[in-house]
């Protein structure tokens, strides 16, 4: 540790700011805010846009991010940091998840004067189970449960199962695919003809799980469409929109004034805990088109027979069969949405770094993240979580980040800390919690947030603004040094570990269902 660095902290180990861009921006009031953020001892800044963007909350955030006058502001955003020697971060994003552009990956639209075509087949995609009981000698004749949508984005049938029961009891409870176990050795594919699936059950009892592909359109951050997080074109899309762009106006500051860019809380929103996604994608598992065929080929079988064991107990198959499709569901991810960045941020000198949805819990990561909490973080710079609604010292997410970090030969890692911890946070309380990270690891705070502009219902869209606008903000120096001296000398630490932990991710993986 340099004495001299400890005294004086870098500005690398200082706090950064997450500074929303949520008002109608102005050159001076850029300028003026660069210079507050100096003389609160903050020199890097994570250039955000946010709600209320273009100057009227809720209507003109769409249509202004990724403008002419957008970009415009950026560039001299980033020119005023070089001049003050500020690090200057991007944010791949309008508010959250990465990957929509504001709306222009489906939809199109126009990015600093250019026109951006439709996709509307690059929405999400999902597998939901259809079941019935059918007993033995009975003949179950109805139609393929597969609806017809406006534009490219119909329903498809893409398994008709038959299994004979393991148990008593129905395969439907509440009109959802749970309920009795499944004989997975007795299962038998049936093919649909002219639109029906019609078939005469042998002797026993029998379940039939039709398995259907939808898009997911009741999810609308933003109220624009969320994309397909499988589909490399999507990914390759958003980048040609987003990123080439950033590329375009300030690329020559890349590695040196800019740093980084923030990638934050992709994930699969169709059975997310809280039903966004909407009643129809409930117990829902992610999925694309053409996904059966990459199931195949990582799992080496036709893994499609077998995956009513993500619903049902299915005997002896039931953890391979849960553990496989995960493992592929991964891979896929990486493949399709993070590599991809990875390699982009790689080829332009600057960082890529992630913000993983609700890491919170176990059964998330198998829910949002696809099974795993380590694996979807393979590819990132600089591994990311975030603190959000108040500090609970039994969570375990520092260690989890920082594990990141150590697994896969990472410098640091980030917290993004103080969302929605409400306008009546301390800096006692900052400094208690930052302290708490650093001991788990974290070597990097992200203070959220710097408001532009806390007019109107900006004041109450995630608040606090740690920034100018805060009766504390003329002791923010102080924090800023503290939280430096507690950082430096983790930064760049060795890390001893006399102890490992087991994370379970294939227990994770293999545990419970999409309906738990």
Request: aromatic share 12%; charged share 20%; with cysteine.
């Amino acid at each position: 540790l340099d004495p001299a660095a400890f005294t004086a902290p870098p500005s690398t180990s200082r706090p950064h700011a997450f500074w929303f861009w949520n008002g109608e921006l102005t050159e001076a009031e850029l300028a003026r805010q660069l210079d507050e953020m100096r003389a609160g001892g903050v020199e890097e800044f994570f250039i955000h846009p946010r709600q209320g963007l273009g100057g009227e909350f809720g209507v003109t955030e769409n249509d202004y991010y990724l403008s002419t006058d957008y970009f415009d502001k950026v560039e001299y955003a980033v020119e005023q940091a070089a001049r003050r020697g500020m690090k200057a971060w991007l944010y791949d994003d309008l508010n959250w998840p990465s990957g929509f552009a504001g709306g222009r990956t489906v939809r199109g639209g126009t990015v600093d004067g250019r026109t951006v075509e439709a996709d509307p087949t690059y929405v999400p995609w999902y597998l939901t189970p259809i079941a019935a009981d059918v007993a033995g000698g009975t003949t179950y004749d109805q139609p393929v449960p597969v609806q017809d949508r406006p534009g490219p984005v119909d329903d498809e049938l893409v398994a008709a199962l038959a299994y004979r029961k393991a148990g008593q009891g129905s395969c439907v409870t509440g009109g959802q695919a749970r309920g009795v176990a499944l004989d997975g050795e007795s299962v038998r594919e049936l093919t649909p003809r002219d639109g029906r699936i019609t078939w005469t059950a042998p002797e026993g009892d029998w379940c039939l799980v039709q398995l259907v592909q939808r898009p997911l359109l009741n999810y609308h951050p933003d109220l624009e469409p969320y994309v397909d997080m499988l589909n490399p074109d999507v990914t390759a899309k958003f980048i040609d929109i987003t990123h080439e762009t950033y590329a375009d106006r300030v690329g020559d500051h890349f590695g040196t004034t800019i740093q980084g860019i923030f990638n934050d809380e992709p994930g699969f929103y169709n059975n997310f805990p809280d039903g966004r996604g909407g009643a129809d994608s409930r117990g829902s598992v992610a999925w694309t088109p053409g996904f059966r065929a990459y199931l195949t080929r990582n799992a080496g079988y036709d893994l499609t027979r077998d995956l009513a064991a993500l619903w049902y107990d299915t005997g002896a198959r039931t953890t391979r069969v849960r553990v496989a499709y995960h493992d592929a569901l991964s891979d896929r991810y990486n493949e399709a949405h993070t590599a991809p960045l990875a390699r982009w941020a790689e080829e332009h000198g600057i960082a890529l770094i992630s913000n993983p949805l609700v890491e919170e819990d176990l059964g998330s990561h198998r829910l949002i993240e696809g099974g795993s909490w380590f694996e979807m973080q393979r590819h990132y710079h600089l591994p990311g979580m975030d603190l959000i609604s108040g500090l609970d010292t039994s969570a375990v997410t520092p260690k989890l980040n920082s594990s990141v970090a150590h697994l896969f030969g990472r410098d640091r890692n980030l917290a993004e800390t103080f969302g929605a911890f409400g306008w009546d946070l301390t800096v006692e309380e900052m400094r208690r919690t930052v302290a708490w990270e650093a001991a788990g690891g974290v070597d990097l705070i992200d203070n959220h947030a710097f408001y532009y502009s806390i007019d109107g219902q900006r004041a109450s869209e995630s608040p606090p603004s740690e920034f100018f606008q805060n009766l504390f903000w003329p002791r923010f120096g102080a924090y800023s040094a503290y939280v430096g001296r507690l950082m430096e000398p983790a930064r760049g630490a060795k890390p001893v570990n006399p102890v490992g932990l087991l994370y379970p991710s294939s227990s994770v993986m293999a545990t419970g269902t999409p309906w738990n």
